[in-house]
């Protein structure tokens, strides 16, 4: 029977749109100011090499033609060829007080998997994610016929993720040979998809690192993976610092990714004059703490990995571990949590 003034077509419509509602509230109440601070390697990688390997900046290739690639492609290097390395390492980032470790492909790769797991548990550490690049394996995701094969590639590392169980996976897949054209840049936009898609089914988020080569003339590269790649499968990790290195300010691009919600994690170093700092200290020329005001807002949960990596002309008067301790400290002031999350 039909009572008067009682519509089911737009009851069904009010009930669906609360149901939404709620739903909407729901994730909205579960959804809160997380982030984790994680440990980045490369400083290692820098002081276990002989000689020492520094950081350093890269001139444009539009005003500087880049050298030659070598005859031989050479393998990326890593400090994980000898167990005394691996003890070293693990057991500074415990001592700085430490939980979460970005971990590079190129140095997981160095061990049985049932190996690492082992020497995490020994020093209470977790993977939060990997980082692969690209170039580890010698090919960006364009042309088509190159980009295949760094797929290939790329998953295979995702694969070597899994029993790690962690939830990102930090990729770079660019490079620095100048503006892209139309057509590179979307067979490379169409190979993020099919990465995030694979990362996607393996429990992971993609999030795409950076280093100067996207963020130049404007970011116009970068700007144009994030409007031009699906939301569900692909985010930024964005690097702060190589952003800033670029000539680029990196605090619009921040707002850019968080406020389409692609912000996924971040890489951090602060510097001076474009010259990074032993570890990570107040003053220098990008503003943390505006950067974690922002985060707070966006309520922010992915990872904030330290990154200390000195160039030749940075001052070095610590150990490691005295600079990774003091990093973490940072840290914790400036973005209000613990590291031992």
Same mark, same amino acid.
């Given at each position: 029977?039909?009572?008067?003034? @009682?519509?089911?077509?737009?009851?069904?419509?009010?009930?669906?749109?609360?149901?939404?509602?709620?739903?909407?509230?729901?994730?909205?109440?579960?959804?809160?100011?997380?982030?984790?601070?994680?440990?980045?390697?490369?400083?290692?990688?820098?002081?276990?090499?002989?000689?020492?390997? =520094?950081?350093?900046?890269?001139?444009?290739?539009?005003? &500087?033609?880049?050298?030659?690639?070598?005859?031989?492609?050479?393998?990326?290097?890593?400090?994980?060829?000898?167990?005394?390395?691996? *003890?070293? &390492?693990?057991?500074?980032?415990?001592?700085?007080?430490?939980?979460?470790?970005?971990?590079?492909?190129?140095?997981?790769?160095?061990?049985?998997?049932?190996?690492?797991?082992?020497?995490?548990?020994?020093?209470? +550490?977790?993977?939060?994610? &990997?980082? *692969?690049?690209?170039? =580890?394996?010698?090919?960006?995701?364009?042309?088509?016929?190159?980009?295949?094969? $760094?797929?290939?590639?790329? !998953?295979?590392? +995702?694969?070597?993720?899994?029993?790690?169980?962690?939830?990102? @996976?930090?990729?770079?897949? @660019?490079?620095?040979?100048?503006?892209?054209?139309?057509?590179?840049?979307?067979?490379?936009?169409?190979?993020?998809?099919?990465?995030?898609?694979?990362?996607?089914?393996?429990?992971?988020?993609?999030?795409?690192?950076? *280093?100067?080569?996207?963020m130049r003339y404007g970011a116009k590269e970068w700007l144009?993976?994030?409007?031009?790649?699906?939301?569900?499968?692909? $985010?930024?990790?964005?690097?702060?610092?190589?952003?800033?290195?670029?000539? #680029?300010?990196?605090?619009?691009?921040? *707002?850019?990714?968080?406020d389409k919600g692609r912000l996924g994690a971040l890489h951090m170093r602060t510097q001076?004059?474009?010259? #990074?700092?032993?570890?990570?200290?107040?003053?220098?020329?990008?503003?943390?703490?505006?950067?974690?005001? =922002?985060?707070?807002?966006?309520? @922010?949960?992915?990872?904030?990995?330290?990154?200390?990596?000195?160039?030749?002309?940075?001052?070095?008067?610590?150990? !490691?571990?005295?600079?990774?301790?003091?990093?973490?400290?940072?840290?914790?002031? &400036?973005?209000?949590?613990?590291?031992?999350?």
């Amino acid at each position: 029977m039909k009572h008067a003034g @009682f519509s089911p077509a737009i009851s069904r419509r009010q009930l669906l749109a609360g149901t939404l509602a709620l739903a909407g509230n729901a994730v909205s109440a579960k959804r809160e100011y997380a982030p984790r601070i994680v440990c980045n390697e490369t400083l290692w990688t820098q002081f276990l090499s002989n000689p020492i390997i =520094y950081v350093s900046s890269t001139p444009d290739p539009l005003k &500087v033609p880049p050298p030659p690639p070598p005859a031989r492609r050479l393998p990326p290097v890593t400090w994980g060829s000898t167990d005394e390395h691996w *003890h070293s &390492v693990l057991s500074d980032m415990q001592a700085a007080g430490y939980r979460r470790w970005e971990v590079r492909s190129v140095t997981l790769k160095t061990k049985p998997i049932e190996d690492v797991l082992a020497l995490l548990d020994r020093y209470g +550490l977790v993977v939060n994610h &990997v980082f *692969h690049s690209v170039l =580890y394996t010698g090919g960006l995701l364009y042309p088509a016929r190159v980009g295949e094969d $760094s797929i290939a590639r790329t !998953i295979e590392v +995702l694969d070597l993720c899994k029993p790690l169980k962690t939830v990102e @996976f930090v990729l770079d897949p @660019f490079g620095d040979l100048g503006p892209l054209s139309d057509n590179q840049a979307r067979t490379q936009n169409r190979g993020l998809d099919r990465i995030g898609r694979e990362a996607k089914d393996r429990g992971m988020k993609l999030c795409l690192h950076n *280093h100067e080569g996207p963020m130049r003339y404007g970011a116009k590269e970068w700007l144009g993976v994030l409007r031009n790649t699906d939301p569900a499968l692909v $985010s930024m990790c964005l690097d702060l610092d190589w952003t800033w290195q670029a000539g #680029t300010d990196p605090l619009p691009l921040l *707002h850019e990714a968080g406020d389409k919600g692609r912000l996924g994690a971040l890489h951090m170093r602060t510097q001076r004059g474009r010259i #990074t700092d032993q570890t990570m200290e107040d003053g220098g020329d990008i503003d943390y703490n505006k950067v974690a005001a =922002y985060l707070k807002e966006i309520k @922010f949960d992915g990872a904030l990995v330290e990154e200390t990596e000195p160039m030749k002309e940075t001052r070095w008067t610590r150990t !490691i571990r005295e600079n990774k301790r003091m990093a973490r400290i940072w840290c914790e002031k &400036v973005f209000g949590v613990s590291a031992k999350t």
